[in-house]
């Protein structure tokens, strides 16, 4: 396991990716997913250049932030619970999960400026997955206009885990519909100028779709005591 080396094949998949859908590379963020890694191995994906990282649980979210919090930004990608949003509030860069009305409610209660949040969506429709159906995203977001420090930048998804390509293009371009839905409304509450989708089994299809984050964990840092 060579982190360096890692990052390498990635950003050369993703300028591949990127010139096969005639996009540039700057406008893709590598989240590096570091939840089933120790610090030091999140401390290698910064010294590889990564300056993003992510994680889903409060306890590795807060023990990266405080050893790596001055050399990247830290992403919520997991389900978060309201009564844990005031744990991470202040040291989020952005929340990816957000699912429900309680949560944004809890959000804007708790931070004293507004914080960039994904709406979280289930584009698949597996029951074991969290998110809206698509159908519920719009009112949802136009519902949050009355949370001044929740401002949607944009939707997540979590793609089914299967090999299918085209199935799962579909699951990509179907939240890049409705993130231009959004972004159409020209809500001032909601720019959804960006799509975090794309993992690392499906990084490349989602960034020809439109990904502008990708959360990468096993093929960055891999998972420790491999
Ligand atoms: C774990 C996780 C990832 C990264 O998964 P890999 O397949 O290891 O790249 C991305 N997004 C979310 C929400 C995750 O929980």
């Not at 957000?98 to 994904?118: G, Q, T, W, Y």
Request: hydrophobic letters at 35%; proline letters at 2%.
């Amino acid at each position: 396991m060579n982190v360096q080396e890692n990052v390498t094949t990635i950003q050369h998949k993703i300028a591949q990716a990127c010139q096969k859908s005639g996009r540039k590379d700057a406008d893709i963020t590598i989240i590096a997913v570091t939840k089933y890694v120790s610090v030091e191995r999140a401390e290698q994906a910064i010294d590889a250049g990564i300056s993003n990282l992510g994680e889903n649980r409060i306890e590795g979210f807060q023990e990266k932030w405080e050893v790596l919090n001055e050399r990247a930004d830290f992403h919520f990608i997991g389900t978060l619970q309201s009564r844990k949003v005031k744990d991470v509030i202040d040291e989020v860069s952005a929340i990816h999960s957000l699912d429900r009305i309680s949560l944004a409610k809890e959000i804007d209660k708790r931070s004293d400026k507004p914080v960039s949040c994904f709406v979280q969506v289930n584009v698949s429709e597996e029951e074991s997955k969290h998110g809206l159906t698509k159908e519920d995203v719009p009112s949802f977001i136009k519902k949050l206009r009355a949370y001044p420090n929740v401002k949607v930048v944009g939707l997540m998804t979590m793609a089914p885990h299967i090999d299918n390509e085209d199935e799962l293009r579909s699951v990509f371009s179907a939240l890049r519909h409705l993130k231009e839905e959004i972004e159409q409304q020209e809500w001032e509450h909601a720019p959804c100028h960006y799509l975090s989708m794309g993992m690392s089994n499906d990084y490349e299809i989602a960034i020809e779709e439109g990904a502008t984050h990708i959360r990468i964990g096993s093929q960055l840092v891999g998972r420790e005591n491999e």
